[in-house]
């Protein structure tokens, strides 16, 4: 993995080489202009699809494992 | 060879003009291509799931319509069966990104490309194996077993989108969905023999398309002629709401484009040559094919000229920041809570939620898909953000403009897809870099989200298929099309048929 972690900061030296100050970031190579969709009803994903693949499920709601450490 | 094997060799879109003729019903078509499916998994392992039961289903729904005359109005290639990445999900149908953290998932919607092929009466025949999540340029990274390549099955298909491209180049599907990060769907096109289409970034909608690194991902076409895959990403194309990075607009007139260009007239037609896309590192084998391929363009009266794109020579180690990155981001969702799976702590450790999600990550995600992850966090460290992630964000932009410098002296930028042909399995396994640099001609388009595609361009002295790849501005993509078919014609005027008549198909005799 070291080597690895070697070859990324290769690469960041190598974008920083012509990565100056003058140049404009993209985050979207086409650029768009936020824009908001038809205000229409639409019928969403049932409760019982959105819970069919869930590991483990109790009352129609996920069940996870306990968020806090402490005693097991 | 069978009627049946005949059959599967037509191009999709002489498969549907014998449906509006009434020739062959789609479901005659779906029966023969999954008799070879049958035939050819075992060699070749293009395919996750073949979901033959909801395939002969659509067909006999398409046919029952057909019979009534209800299918006008219905794209041309309706009823025609069709093969989908495991990257796309699809409703009921398992769908696992070759991953054993989704292994044995369902998914409860269907991508917008599902929804539209369903809606054209294309039943689907499958789901094809790729590299875990996308990742990789081989499909060894698949956690279900590589894909093997139909012109020699020692050989690795290309990657991610092997299993598409293997399918079709093996008969199995007339078309294939891919998706293109880095050149997935261009460079498994190019090791095949197929064709492969990388859409403008935001010209096809990637709702339901699982996430990779999302200002990268585009869902794209993969079929055996340069004409099929301009019809499926008619079909595929468009706006879609559900997508906030799909562009308000028609799919261009690609599928003009592509009936124009078997005309081989390019006279008036300026093509680029990309001087930092040949030389080292590109087999000759592979160059030969290419020099003579841009001898053919000329021929038919394009205008060569060499183009300049000086950053070029940083859009591999930029994407190295990029597309990890934004992997780290989007894989974070499989946390074991509402889908995929979930691995509880041994006795002993913690229940705890966050040690769940520890054990199931390193459970369900391989190896290189933990690579990428451990990169991508390590480049988006707090603190060097913008120096890190935000250069390579930089490099995006001076790509995009030497895209643009050279679209002002050039309507199409060519280059080979990869610089070499098929690889054995395991020869670039344990090096990434040198996996990499497959995709060095590829990751250009998908940094500055152009259109780009690959078509075969013959064998090279191994006699393994060589890519040639077209790339036009963005939002043009009929531009591509139309050199794209007229080579195509020239090339297979030249061998008297398909690039394909010089594979060995031993599965297709055996098949019923």
Redesign the interface.
Known sequence: ?QG??N??A???N???????DD????????P?E??L??DVPETP?RRE??L?????TESGM?V???????E? | MTEANELVKLTAAQMAEKIRNKEVSSRELVDAELNVIDAAEPDIHAFLHVSADEARAQADAFDAKNAKGETEGLPELAGVPIAIKDMIVTKGIETTAASKILEG?????DATVITKLKAAGMPLLGKTNLDEFAQGSSTEHSAFGPTHNPWDTSRVPGGSGGGSASAVAAFEAPLALGTDTGGSIRQPGSLTGTVGVKP???GVSRFGAIAMAS?LDQIGPVSRNVLDSALLQEVIGGHD?RD??S??MDVPPIVKAAREGYKRDLKGMKVGLVKQLGGDGYQPGVEARFNEAVKLLQSMGAEVVEVDCP?FD?A???Y??VM?SEVSSNLARYD???????V?PPEGV???????MAYTREAGFGDEVK?RI??GI??LSAGYYD??Y?????????I?DDFKKAFEQADVLIAPTSPTTAFKFGEKMND??TMYMSDVATIPAN????PAMSIPAGLSDDGLPVGFQFMAP??HDEQMYKPAAALEAALEEQWGGPVWQSLKTPWLDSAK
Request: net charge positive.
């Open positions: 993995m690895e972690l070859v990324i290769d690469s960041i190598k974008v920083q080489e012509v990565a100056s140049v404009e970031p993209t985050a979207n190579p086409v768009l936020a824009y969709r038809p994903l699809d959105a069919a693949g869930a590991p483990a996920f996870a494992p306990r968020i806090l450490g402490g097991a | 998932w369902i998914p409860p919607y403008t970034y935001g200002s709401v906030s990075t562009i308000p950053h940083y591999l180690a930029a190295y920041i990890p074991g809570m509402r889908y995929g799976l979930r509880m913690p229940q705890t939620a966050a040690n769940m690579r451990i990169l390590y480049a120096a890190w935000g250069s390579a964000q930089k490099v995006r932009t001076l995009i990434p870099l940094m500055a989200g152009t963005q939002k």
